[in-house]
């Protein structure tokens, strides 16, 4: 058993030294901390200079677009500094956590090296934005990925016009609005709203279901997509990454009110992130895969949908 463990654990060493070296940038060697404290400096939003439709961190090569009604789809001065707030929110502990400077303690040394990686897209000159869009898709967001969107993809046409890396937020989605793309019928029939309500709500102000769930931890919502950009995608059969991380790192679920439910959840991701040897084997897929399922990691996400 000790000899396997030694044999992961190089394993891994390899694996770090391989994608992390040879040294390109000053960048890389500095502690990742500092390269936090130095990216959340550059995002105060006293520093972003005003443009038309959002704001502007050009230190940082990182925008938001047409985010005047965010979070909760009402126009407000000061939205675009809000979601500024909450992407330096999310940012702050969603690496700290990585980097086991959270509350949730040390995690496996893998998710500093998904730490240095995320940074790394911060600190690069590519354009990053963060966009609004009211209405437009039926998720609360989603972030675009290296790989070009299918065109049989539903949103095929709203991330092509989105340049990588970037995320887009629907503030209908996250305000838990009703959609106003139904048929009169629908709203009629199935949201039981009476004539006035139907067209208060497609001619006026929209209408918020009455159990429909209006997303609160919204650092947590933005940390999530960010992880997206490293190129995880949710799976069953693999370490569903981003959902890893914001269970661990920002508390459990948005959709669970109940605190001891999320405390519970969030200690078995947090206990999923520390695990040597599904770590340890990020090398092998295959491995992996077999590990994720054989240690019951992937009930984890179905049990916390139950939970909502």
């Known amino acids: 058993m000790q000899s396997a463990k030694i044999l992961r654990q ?182 039981k709203l009476d004539e006035e309500q139907i067209r208060e709500h497609l001619t006026g102000s929209p209408l918020r279901a009455g159990d429909s769930h209006r997303y609160r931890d919204l650092p947590a919502l933005l940390f999530h997509e960010m992880v997206h950009w490293l190129g995880f995608e949710h799976s069953a059969l693999y370490p569903d990454m981003a959902h890893l991380y914001e269970s661990c790192c920002f508390g459990g679920s948005d959709y669970i009110d109940d605190p001891q439910q999320n405390a519970a959840f969030q200690a078995r991701a947090c206990n999923t992130l520390r695990d040597d040897e599904l770590w340890s084997n990020a090398y092998s897929k295959y491995r992996q895969m077999r590990l994720w399922r054989f240690k019951g990691y992937d009930r984890l996400k179905s049990e916390m949908r139950g939970a909502y």
Do not use: W
């Open 10 to 191: 190089a394993a891994l060493c390899l694996l770090l030294a391989v994608v992390v070296l040879p040294i390109n940038s000053l960048a890389e060697v500095i502690p990742i901390a500092q390269r936090l404290d130095s990216l959340l400096e550059q995002l105060d939003p006293d520093l972003a200079f005003d443009t038309r439709g959002g704001l502007d961190f050009p230190g940082l090569q990182l925008r938001t677009q047409d985010c005047g009604a965010y979070p909760y789809n009402k126009i407000d001065a000061q939205a675009e500094r809000h979601l500024a707030r909450d992407l330096h929110a999310a940012l702050q502990q969603g690496i700290q956590c990585m980097i086991g400077k959270g509350p949730m303690g040390q995690l496996h040394r893998y998710h500093e090296y998904q730490a240095h990686r995320l940074l790394q897209i911060l600190e690069s000159p590519r354009r990053k934005t963060f966009r609004c869009v009211a209405d437009r898709m039926f998720a609360n967001a989603v972030a675009t990925t290296e790989k070009a969107p299918s065109p049989d993809d539903a949103l095929h046409e709203l991330l092509r016009e989105t340049p990588h890396p970037a995320v887009v937020i629907d503030t209908f989605r996250v305000g838990g609005l009703l959609s106003t793309r139904h048929p009169p019928e629908t709203y009629r029939n199935f949201f």
